[in-house]
């Protein structure tokens, strides 16, 4: 079965049904995830060596479409899900990536820092205000990432931070969702789409092994820069700007990282569920 007769299943069993509810209620649309996860789409751009679909950006885009067309918030979701896993398939190590190919793992973004509702100050792109220390094999995560979508939802989050060792450049984490003292406050910052689980995320701090930093020690930009931004450019057309809501929180990351100038960098070429027993994030990013 091709995955647009996949998806129409899903949209037409699942999605459309739970919509309407999803919108007035503000309820993360867990159950049309999982059916996404379930018939193949959340993996449709990891590698065919690990089990995915092995298709691109192009496709990914034209899922993001027509889910938008029946509910916004599990769009939002799926695009924040493509552009983190365009990061982790060119750098991530083969459990995680074979876990979402499988369906059972939802990644998000925790990326974007500062700005309105962070006491009004903007963080310079390319940089972070995250703070890390490493001990041994394990590192410590501290933080505040605003507009995540689906926050305290998915499975990991691709997370910047400062790097281990010098003052310049981005390290980038695959922080699994289970990790101790990862939280969403109280009196989350909100946006995007309702339904979308769009939140502030906190570490304070978080402990995660070592070996879940994606590629090098301070080279998080440059994989930000190939990756997540062209693609959330992408899948933002998608979606709609009408669709998005006030927050236009998709973007809000790539503006940050690309600053002024993003539009020119929008790509012509292709790139690249939840389980209850999630397991803990062995060899998540290095290969």
Do not use: N
């Amino acid at each position: 079965m091709s995955y647009r007769s996949s998806l129409s299943a899903v949209l037409a069993e699942v999605v459309a049904p739970a919509a309407e509810p999803t919108v007035r209620e503000g309820r993360f649309p867990r159950a049309a995830v999982t059916a996404l996860g379930r018939a193949g789409l959340l993996g449709l751009t990891v590698s065919p060596e690990f089990g995915g679909g092995g298709l691109g950006l192009s496709e990914a885009a034209d899922v993001v479409t027509r889910t938008a067309r029946v509910c916004p918030a599990t769009a939002a979701v799926l695009a924040a899900h493509f552009a983190a896993v365009a990061a982790i398939e060119s750098r991530g190590g083969s459990w995680v990536r074979g876990e979402i190919a499988a369906g059972r793992h939802l990644a998000g973004l925790a990326l974007s820092e500062g700005g309105p509702g962070e006491q009004g100050v903007e963080i310079p792109y390319g940089r972070s205000c995250s703070v890390v220390a490493r001990f041994a094999d394990v590192v410590a995560l501290r933080g505040r990432k605003r507009q995540v979508v689906a926050a305290g939802e998915a499975d990991s989050y691709l997370w910047s931070s400062r790097p281990l060792a010098g003052p310049d450049g981005l390290t980038l984490w695959v922080v699994p969702a289970q990790a101790p003292d990862l939280f969403v406050p109280a009196r989350p910052c909100g946006g995007g789409p309702s339904g979308s689980a769009t939140s502030t995320l906190c570490a304070d701090p978080v402990l995660v092994p070592a070996d879940v930093m994606l590629g090098r020690d301070g080279g998080g930009l440059d994989i930000l820069l190939r990756t997540v931004p062209p693609w959330l450019l992408e899948l933002r057309a998608a979606i709609g700007d009408d669709l998005l809501g006030a927050g236009d929180v998709l973007l809000a990351v790539g503006d940050d990282v690309l600053g002024p100038g993003a539009e020119t960098l929008r790509p012509g070429a292709e790139g690249l569920a939840l389980g209850s027993d999630r397991r803990p994030a062995d060899s998540l990013a290095s290969t």
